[in-house]
């Protein structure tokens, strides 16, 4: 694993990546938004936007779900780097990305800003006509999706941030980006056990806390479905097959939690998020790039696949 100083790739070790033991996740640069009318400096336009991602990360994973929502298959495209994220971080197949020769994504960075000093992270929402990075947040990556491609959309969604429930959706994503979208990966990069432990409760706290809110709730704003769903989505997908083994994130699987298991499920199936979703490269990823905490590479070779199971989530009512 490596960063990017002053346009240069440098190598970067994983105990650097932590703080006493408590591993720190840094802020990201690029931030622009894609508007309807251009107003951003950057116009939604049809052909004109990729997307670069990895099958394994769970914030490109969000992207992905926003694209396939909208059904914007046709108007964003999009790009996979392979499943092994080593010493020259994330990589594209032999050839290179097609769309800009690159054989690394620190060589898209390098593309957008010759002197970036950085992480080289998937999501990149990458303008072809600028030939720039628009952002690299996934968070507001989602919110341009949400609102900036809505004349193009060829699926009709209902807002997934609005006005009134904005609150509640906010409070929803602190106590999941802090505890379970980033818990997991405070407990897997943990270098001490204390720190291990600490981010272990919270993380089992904050799903218990989600369960009951499922136990009464459709979705966990209430009956509408937000981006609040989706956020978490990506991390439950993965935590069966990945975090329970790879982060130690073993007090229970989502699969004993009644309410998270069948609400993943119900999600799952929401038409255009299976094709989202790809286990075998998500753990080939985890179990083969980590090997200061998986030293052999090993990638276990379960859990069983029951995600597309039926779900019995109708008990509650959705908006
Ligand atoms: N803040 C970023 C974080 C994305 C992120 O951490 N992506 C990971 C993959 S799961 C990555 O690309 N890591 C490469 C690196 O840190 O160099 C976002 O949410 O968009």
Redesign the pocket.
Known sequence: ???MENGEWVD?DFAK?NRNGRYI????QFRDTVTADGSSGFQAEAGRYHLYA?H?????H??LILRALKGLEDVISVGFVEPL?LDN??EFAADGDPLTGANY?YHVYGKAKSDYSG?????VLWDKERETIVC??????VRTLNTGFNDLATREVADLYPEDLRPKIDAANTLVYENINNGV?KCGFATTQDAYEENFDNLFRALDTVEATLSENRYLCGPRLTEADWRIFATLVRFDAVYVGHFKCNRQRIADFPNLSNYTRELYQFPGIAETVDIPKTKA?YYGSHLAINPFGIIPTGPAFTLDQPHDRDRLPAA
């Open positions: 694993m490596g960063i970067l990546r996740r840094p802020q990201t990895a394994a990360c769970p914030w490109a969000r992207t994220m971080g994330w994504m992480r080289c992270s998937v999501p690299n947040e996934s968070a507001d990556i990966y990823h």
